[in-house]
């Protein structure tokens, strides 16, 4: 079991690239958190401006996932 987890990491990070795409992925998230969590700013549709940020940050790095997942398992 375990020499299967850590081929799964080694696959998923197999470029120093991919790890460092990884982490900035986290920090960005949790910098969008942390701003819809501290400012109350103007609502725009119903939904507040980090918030609705935060879902475009969200279905971006979605799509990174997915098209780096892609590549990485080709």
Known sequence: MAERKLEIEY??????????AFIIG??????VYLTYAINRP???????LPFLY???LWAAIIVLVIVSAARIWR
């Not at 990070?13 to 991919?18: A, G, Q, R, T």
């Open 11 to 20: 696959k998923l990070f197999k470029k120093k690239s991919h790890l460092a």
């Open 42 to 48: 103007t609502m725009i549709g119903g939904l507040s």
């Open 54 to 56: 935060s879902l475009v």
């Open 26 to 31: 986290i920090i960005l998230y949790g910098l």
